[in-house]
C-alpha cells in the first residue's frame, strides 16, 4: 500500500515562495508517477503537475502554474517538492499529491482519475 505525506504548506504573501515536499513510502519512482493537485472548496480538483521517470525524468505543467512552479524528486529521500515561486491570491487552496502506476512512455499526465493513491493535503494561503 503507498502511502504519501504532504508538508511545507503555510500562509505567505503575494509574490512569495513556498515548498511542498512529498514524501512517498515505495523506494522507487520508477513504478509510480506523482502529481501535484489542488482543490478550493466548492471548486474541482486541479491537477498542476506531476513527474515521473522511465530513464529519465518527464515533467508535466497546468498552465495555471507554468513558469511559477517546479516538481523535482529526491531519489535518496524518497520525496517529491513542490516549489511555488511568485505565488498569488489565487493559489490559495488545500494541496494534494497523488501516485499512479499506469505507464506513459516519455509522458506525465495530471488527469485526476488516473490517481489511485492520495496523500492528506496541506492548506496553502497567499495573502496580503
Known amino acids: 500500500q503507498l502511502q504519501l505525506v504532504e508538508s511545507g504548506g503555510g500562509t505567505v504573501r503575494p509574490g512569495g515562495s513556498l515548498k511542498l515536499s512529498c514524501a512517498y513510502s515505495?523506494?522507487?519512482?520508477?513504478?509510480?508517477?506523482i502529481g501535484w493537485f489542488r482543490q478550493v472548496p466548492g471548486k474541482e480538483r486541479e491537477g498542476i503537475s506531476c513527474i515521473s521517470y522511465s530513464g529519465g525524468y518527464s515533467t508535466t505543467y497546468a498552465d495555471s502554474v507554468k513558469g511559477r512552479f517546479t516538481i523535482s524528486h529526491d531519489n535518496a529521500k524518497n520525496t517529491v517538492y513542490l516549489q511555488m515561486n511568485s505565488l498569488k491570491p489565487e493559489d490559495t487552496a488545500i494541496y494534494y499529491c497523488?501516485?499512479?502506476?499506469?505507464?506513459?512512455?516519455?509522458?506525465?499526465?495530471?488527469?485526476?482519475?488516473?490517481?489511485?493513491?492520495w496523500g492528506q493535503g496541506t492548506q496553502v494561503t497567499v495573502s496580503s
Open positions: 497523488a501516485a499512479h502506476g499506469h505507464f506513459f512512455p516519455g509522458v506525465c499526465r495530471i488527469a485526476t482519475g488516473l490517481y489511485g493513491w
Open positions: 515505495q523506494p522507487s519512482l520508477n513504478t509510480y508517477t
